[in-house]
């Protein structure tokens, strides 16, 4: 995971950079694609690291300024929130599989 981590970080780097390859037609569709599977890999992980303690909806806790603390740590609170909300980031804006095709068409495009 720490290697993809990086690999993107370097990915957003480049386009940050003014690198030629953002101009590239299948960009967003890769940037888009990338982001939310290493979002949901995250995701997974910190769900793994929390355990059991995830479990609990403490709507209470998550409200800003409610003082209510958490059955757990501050991690352990947000673990599965994230976890749920990563699990549309590969729907909205098209599915990966729709990015998948779209970055497909691009390339063979581009190679005729």
Not at 30 to 40: D, I, V, W
Not at 64 to 82: C, E, Q, T
């Amino acid at each position: 995971m720490e290697a993809d981590i990086l690999s993107y970080r370097h990915f957003e780097q480049l386009a940050i950079s003014g690198h030629p390859m953002v101009r590239d037609a299948a960009y967003p569709s890769m940037n888009k694609t990338m982001n939310s599977e290493l979002s949901q890999r995250v995701s997974i992980m910190m769900t793994r690291v929390s355990g059991i303690e995830t479990v609990p909806l403490q709507l209470e806790a998550l409200s800003v300024g409610s003082n209510v603390a958490p059955l757990g740590s501050d991690f352990d609170l947000i673990s599965m929130p994230y976890y749920l909300n990563t699990r549309a980031t590969s729907i909205y804006a098209g599915t990966n599989e729709v990015q998948r095709d779209l970055i497909a068409r691009t390339v063979l495009a581009a190679n005729q």
